[in-house]
């Protein structure tokens, strides 16, 4: 079984440098090697979006923990220049590259 993830490309450039997607209060020190921080959903779903639109999404589909944790990773350019965010979905049978 293989891992699945969606990527999303703001920029053309390639990622030379890999880091945790961290929300406030977030501690990577707190981490134990096989534990990450991402988003918590208990219905699967979760959406790429800036932060104007954040409270916006969050209000209809807020929801409880249960189905897991997605960890996120922005991959960023020589520069520092956000180039890609990672969501680790783990396996999805159904999931089709349109």
Do not use: H, N, Q
């Amino acid at each position: 079984m293989e891992e699945v993830a969606i990527r999303l490309l703001p920029d053309a450039e390639p990622a030379v440098a890999w880091e945790s997607a961290l929300a406030e209060g977030d501690d990577v020190r707190v981490l134990r090697d096989d534990e990450s921080f991402g988003f918590a959903t208990d219905s699967a779903a979760g959406s790429f979006a800036d932060s104007s639109g954040r409270e916006t999404l969050a209000a209809k589909y807020r929801c409880t923990d249960g189905d897991g944790m997605y960890p996120v990773w922005l991959g960023r350019s020589e520069s520092g220049k956000l180039v890609s965010v990672v969501v680790g979905c783990g396996y999805l049978p159904e999931l089709r590259i349109l």
